[in-house]
């Protein structure tokens, strides 16, 4: 009987060898975050996603403050976006409050917004996502198309309904109130460039957090930065 050649053994241990190798790790795909709001958090969205950059990737939704008809296509758009996150931030902005420019109501009134946020967060045991909601900057006093009080009625809401959505309160009220002068444009409600380096600073390193954490998943998760 002749003894197999070595360059056949060669190829057979080669062959069975590639059989019981492990195979190729596919490549971790990166979480993606929703982020909605309004022109406050538009300024600042941009860096968000430079900071998360390899960590995540940050989308940005408008959140309109206008028309019934505006509301119901921004919900349906949401509903068909939603189930690709697996985080969802959710900033209040000050210009839901604003009053409209020919009436003494806001563009947004109290009820709508308690509405919106039972709306496109109705079941929380249900939802996969994430979720981190921000209350909304504040507004200089005194300042046309915002009666002293309303914002911060508003974000009592946003704050009241996160404990039961089980979301993370991220307080950009009082972040901004307390370095107004720094993080403000004098006479408005607007960003400087610091205020955008800044928030956006908190905002992804909250964002970096929350997607690293395993909390338990029945239990509120609630910050408050002040």
Request: with cysteine.
């Amino acid at each position: 009987m002749q003894k197999p050649s070595r360059c056949l053994l060669f190829f057979v241990c080669a062959w069975l060898s590639h059989l019981h190798a492990a195979p190729a790790e596919k490549p971790a795909t990166a979480p993606t975050v929703l982020l909605i709001g309004d022109t406050v958090a538009r300024q600042y969205s941009g860096t968000v996603g430079e900071l998360v950059k390899g960590n995540a990737i940050v989308d940005y939704l408008p959140l309109p403050a206008g028309s019934t008809s505006a509301l119901d296509e921004f919900k349906a758009e949401f509903s068909a976006k939603a189930p690709r996150y697996g985080l969802i931030y959710f900033a209040l902005g000050p210009e839901i409050a604003r009053e409209s420019a020919t009436g003494d109501k806001p563009q947004f009134n109290a009820r709508q917004l308690r509405k919106l946020l039972e709306d496109l967060f109705r079941d929380p045991s249900a939802m996969k996502q994430k979720l981190i909601w921000a209350t909304a900057v504040p507004v200089p006093e005194g300042l046309s198309g915002f009666p002293g009080g309303r914002l911060e009625s508003y974000n009592e809401i946003v704050a009241n309904l996160a404990y039961n959505r089980r979301a993370l309160l991220l307080d950009l009220y009082d972040y901004v109130r307390l370095r107004r002068a720094d993080l403000q444009r004098p006479g408005d409600f607007m960003l400087t460039t610091t205020g955008v380096e800044l928030v956006a600073s908190v905002v992804s390193n909250k964002i970096q957090e929350v997607l690293g954490e395993d909390n338990r998943p029945d239990l509120p998760r609630v910050l408050v930065l002040g």
